[in-house]
């Protein structure tokens, strides 16, 4: 077995590695503000269910934003910091 050639091939193989990594340490960043962008399910459901009370009332007098009977803390889940709306 050519020994040198072996161990040409994987220094090759670490220094593509390395370049590699450092490039991806790079994306860490935008890939942490993404996902703490991005809304979590319950809020992502409270929202559902608040577009389908107010669906229910055909968008008239007195919304409803919350499904009747349900735990009104749902609605707080989306709330105005993540800037949705709720039609």
Do not use: C
Request: glycine residues 4%; charged residues 30%; negative net charge.
């Amino acid at each position: 077995m050519d020994e040198e050639a072996l161990n040409s091939a994987v220094e090759a193989y670490n220094n593509r590695v390395h370049r590699q990594v450092v490039e991806l340490n790079k994306l860490h960043e935008p890939l942490d503000e993404t996902y703490s962008s991005a809304p979590t399910f319950r809020a992502e459901s409270a929202r559902a269910e608040s577009f389908g009370a107010r669906a229910l009332t055909d968008f008239k007098d007195d919304p409803l934003y919350a499904v009747a009977g349900d735990d009104e803390s749902n609605a707080a889940e989306v709330g105005i910091v993540w800037g949705f709306t709720t039609d």
